[in-house]
């Protein structure tokens, strides 16, 4: 158990829906990161997150977000789904930056139907 | 942009056997770091082992060690006394040690089977 919790673990939806994918990080971190890890894309690098501001962006589309809480919570919205979107969608945490190992969650597997 | 790229989309030991894993870079940063993560079937990511890029010493945990060629941009991992619970997807990547940097850069993976 590597102390990050997402939820939920499974998510069903259909094609032009809204999704929201939650995370909470270790205690203590104060970096979240997002993932997706599809067959076609492999593990892609989505956003960061440090102390609520985002610190950096990687393949994320327009039509995701993410945003980081107070209590360091962070929440990844996907929009307008598309069948391309099924995925894992992992988040991790460090306790700060670059230097730091991250902690991934268990993820949480997306289908659009 | 960095790329990571594991030439061995399967690779296949006995139990007890000794395997390498190989792993390239692309880079034109100096400073940076290098990972090795397991993947099992249960899909959870696991932190094997990690290099900083201005250590010239290979990292060791245990049974996993590295081969890290900074000059080719090599990153091997080698898995001695192999067990069957090492059998997973296993990622090479890489992180810039900038400050506000991506997050890690993944290859595509090997699968490692273990024979018993």
């Known amino acids: 158990d590597s102390g990050v919790t997402q939820t939920p673990k499974h998510l069903i939806t259909a094609t032009g829906q809204r999704v929201t994918l939650r995370c909470s990080p270790r205690s203590g971190d104060l970096s979240v990161y997002w993932y997706q890890q599809s067959l076609d894309q492999g593990l892609q690098f989505l956003i960061q997150y440090y102390n609520g501001e985002e610190r950096a962006k990687g393949n994320i589309l327009e039509r995701f977000s993410a945003q980081q809480f107070p209590d360091l919570h962070s929440e990844l919205n996907l929009s307008s789904l598309e069948l391309g979107d099924s995925a894992l969608y992992f988040c991790?945490?460090?306790?700060?930056?670059?230097?730091?190992?991250?902690?991934f969650g268990p993820g949480t597997r997306l289908t659009v139907l | 942009a960095q790329t990571v790229t594991q030439s061995q989309p399967e690779m296949s030991v006995q139990e007890a056997e000794t395997v390498t894993l190989s792993c390239t870079y692309d880079?034109?940063?100096?400073?940076?770091?290098l990972f090795w993560y397991k993947q099992p079937p249960s899909r959870q990511m696991i932190l094997v082992i990690r290099?900083?890029?201005?250590?010239?010493q290979n990292a060791t945990e245990n049974r996993f060690s590295v081969n890290f060629q900074k000059a080719a941009k090599s990153f091997s991992l080698k898995i001695s006394d192999s067990q069957l619970g090492d059998a997973a997807m296993y990622f090479c990547a890489y992180r810039s040690a900038l400050i506000g940097a991506d997050g890690l850069t993944f290859g595509k993976g090997t699968h490692l089977i273990i024979q018993p």
């Open positions: 290099q900083e890029a201005y250590k010239q």
């Open positions: 991790a945490s460090s306790e700060r930056d670059s230097y730091n190992e991250q902690f």
């Open positions: 880079t034109s940063e100096s400073d940076y770091y």
